[in-house]
């Protein structure tokens, strides 16, 4: 079975620095893949997705992920952060074996001190 | 605005109890899922569903069941519960193509 891996659990950063959450998955075949946030108290929301193209994928929120296939990561950056991007931020991974399942990583918790 | 509604927000249930978690989508979703979030473990998938009465075991089934009797609920069953199932429970739903999930609120379920 396929696996995610988000090598970091809590981030601390100031506002307008940069940012760059790593993600790296297990399965070999195709995939594709997700990054969700989960703002304080309020519900996971999609924040962009890949399927296949551009490997550079820009989301909401001024945020994007890259898909670097040989390295098995899709790590998720912006380049000047917010004190509204204080979230929890989850990378996902459908392959194409799995059906429709989504496999999760861990979290990542960001905070932006203001 | 599509919907995924989870009947409650925050419960409390003695161990051994029998526990129904409801979730109801508005979407039409062929697929929904259950998921429990713990901290540093992210999101785990219990089971999930893509018809009616079709369920599927995820990664921890153990110690849960589901019932989808009609395509727009999806329950799930702690049949006794125990206080390793104290956790936040996530109901989801996709359409078959599965571009993204809609996730619900969550129900924080305490067991003690």
């Known amino acids: 079975a396929q696996s995610v891996s988000q090598h970091n659990h809590h981030v601390i950063l100031s506002e307008a620095a940069s940012l760059e959450l790593g993600c790296n998955y297990s399965y070999g075949g195709t995939v594709n893949l997700f990054w969700y946030v989960q703002y304080p108290g309020q519900h996971l929301q999609l924040l962009l997705k890949?399927?296949?193209?551009?490997?550079l994928v820009k989301g909401i929120k001024g945020f994007e992920a890259e898909f670097i296939k040989s390295k098995f990561s899709f790590n998720l950056r912006k380049p000047s952060v917010q004190w509204s991007d204080t979230a929890e931020y989850f990378c996902a991974v459908n392959a194409d074996n799995a059906g429709n399942m989504l496999t999760f990583g861990g979290g990542t918790r960001l905070m932006v001190k203001p | 605005d599509v919907k995924v509604t989870q009947s409650s927000r925050y419960l409390v249930k003695r161990t051994g109890e029998k526990v129904f978690l409801e979730c109801v989508q508005d979407?039409?979703?062929?697929?929904m899922f259950w998921y429990r979030q713990d901290p540093g473990l992210g999101l785990r998938l219990i089971y999930f569903s893509y018809d009616v009465k079709m369920k599927e075991k995820g990664d921890i089934p153990e110690g849960y069941s589901v019932s989808r009797e009609k395509k727009e609920r999806f329950s799930l069953i702690l049949e006794s519960a125990s206080t390793n199932q104290t956790s936040m429970y996530l109901c989801?739903?996709?359409?078959?193509?599965?571009?993204?999930?809609?996730f619900g609120s969550g129900t924080r379920l305490t067991v003690v």
């Open positions: 890949y399927f296949s193209g551009d490997p």
């Open positions: 979407m039409d979703h062929e697929n």
């Open positions: 989801a739903s996709s359409p078959p193509d599965n571009y993204g999930y809609t």
